[in-house]
C-alpha cells in the first residue's frame, strides 16, 4: 500500500492562493502556488530519504523543517 501523498489544492476563499492537504488531512497556511508545491516536493524526498534509512542534508536538498503548531503544519 502506498502512503498518502500531500497534495496542493486551491484556498476555498482566496482565489490564486494555495494549501498542502498534508497526508493526516489537516491544511497548510494559505501560500502561493510555487511554495506550495516546493513544499510538497520537499516532503517526498525527505519521506524518501528517511525510507532509505538517510538523513543527511547532504544526500538531497535542504528543507525547511516544519512542524505542528495548534493542529497545522508550518
Known amino acids: 500500500m502506498t502512503p498518502a501523498r500531500p497534495k496542493v489544492v486551491p484556498d476555498a476563499v482566496h482565489p490564486?492562493?494555495?494549501?498542502?492537504?498534508?497526508?493526516?488531512g489537516s491544511l497548510s497556511d494559505m501560500t502561493?502556488?510555487?511554495r506550495a508545491k516546493d513544499a510538497v516536493a520537499c516532503f517526498m524526498e525527505t519521506e524518501e530519504r528517511r525510507q532509505r534509512g538517510r538523513q543527511s542534508p547532504s544526500e538531497g536538498r535542504?528543507?525547511?523543517?516544519?512542524?505542528?503548531?495548534g493542529g497545522r503544519h508550518r
Open 16 to 24: 490564486g492562493m494555495w494549501r498542502v492537504r498534508w497526508p493526516d
Open 32 to 34: 502561493n502556488l510555487t
Open 62 to 69: 535542504l528543507c525547511v523543517k516544519t512542524g505542528h503548531l
